[in-house]
């Protein structure tokens, strides 16, 4: 059994920063890709930005130079560094990892960006 568990989520005003953290853990032997999703309401959950395990990054261009991923693979973590946060940026934010043979998905966690 995997389980992620996303934490760092909250509410700020437009240009705040925040991080995001999320945990895998459970029966994890390789974790090809991790990444965060989001979803805002009435909106289709979109991406984020992913790292691979060779250290590949991919962000949307909504997000380019504002927000950072990170991973320790040590630890089966992955961060989201969120910076110069706008209104658009509110939704919940979803931890995903990608390992052989199956994709996890975190329960997610609300990131509320205030004008």
């Known amino acids: 059994q995997v389980q992620l568990v996303e934490s760092g989520g909250g509410s700020v005003q437009t240009g705040g920063s925040l991080t995001l953290s999320c945990l895998a853990s459970?029966?994890?032997?390789?974790?090809?890709?991790m990444g965060w999703y989001r979803q805002a309401p009435g909106k289709q959950r979109e991406l984020v930005a992913r790292i691979t395990s060779g250290g590949s990054l991919n962000y949307a261009d909504s997000v380019r130079g504002r927000f950072t991923i990170s991973r320790d693979n040590a630890k089966n973590t992955v961060y989201l560094q969120m910076n110069s946060l706008k209104p658009e940026d509110t939704a919940v934010y979803y931890c995903n990892i990608a390992v052989p043979m199956n994709v996890y998905w975190g329960r997610g966690t609300q990131v509320t960006v205030s004008s």
């Open positions: 459970g029966n994890i032997f390789t974790i090809k890709t």
